[in-house]
């Protein structure tokens, strides 16, 4: 389990007297405890490896788009920070599918569902993340199904 993992890599930080990564899976395991207080109130729970890992995408989302953004502005000491943590998450993230195999699956999807104009986007997109929401980045999925459908 991620859960495991992220925890295991804080107790072996802090024993290694690592600030910086113990930071790091701190506040992984704040979001992911935040989470579980939000999903508490839910009927039914997502899988906790599949809730964690879109935690840890939307973690990494928002590092990408700070880097960004330090960057624009000269902050290139922020931006370092940023990377860091970036680095830490990446490590519990499961494998991204390339370009080319996240393609296939949504020629695939769009072939399955009959799916052939932008009115028929939001059906892909459904299907692709209830299938595949782990494996793919969801934002550069949706740039490919637009390509795809029109």
């Known amino acids: ?22 930071a790091a899976t701190r ?4 979001k992911i405890k935040d989470k579980d207080i939000e999903l508490r109130t ?9 809730m964690i890992t ?3 995408q939307k973690m990494a989302k928002q590092r990408r788009e ?8 000269g ?25 080319s195999d996240t393609a296939a699956l949504i020629d695939g999807i769009k072939a399955e ?8 986007m939001g059906r892909v997109m459904g299907e692709l993340k209830k299938r595949h929401g782990t494996e793919i980045d969801m934002g550069k ?7 795809a459908l029109s």
């Open 1 to 22: 389990m991620i859960r495991d993992d992220v925890k295991a890599a804080q107790i072996s930080a802090m024993k290694a007297g690592d600030k910086d990564r113990t």
């Open 27 to 30: 506040a992984i395991l704040a």
């Open 42 to 50: 839910k009927d039914s729970a997502p899988d906790d490896d599949a």
């Open 54 to 56: 879109d935690v840890l």
């Open 66 to 73: 700070s880097i960004e953004m330090f960057e624009s502005g």
């Open 75 to 99: 902050r290139e000491e922020l931006a370092k920070g940023e990377k860091m943590e970036l680095g830490v998450i990446e490590e519990f993230l499961p494998a991204q599918l390339s370009e």
């Open 113 to 120: 569902l009959g799916a052939d104009s932008m009115k028929d």
């Open 141 to 147: 999925a949706s740039g490919l199904v637009k390509a």
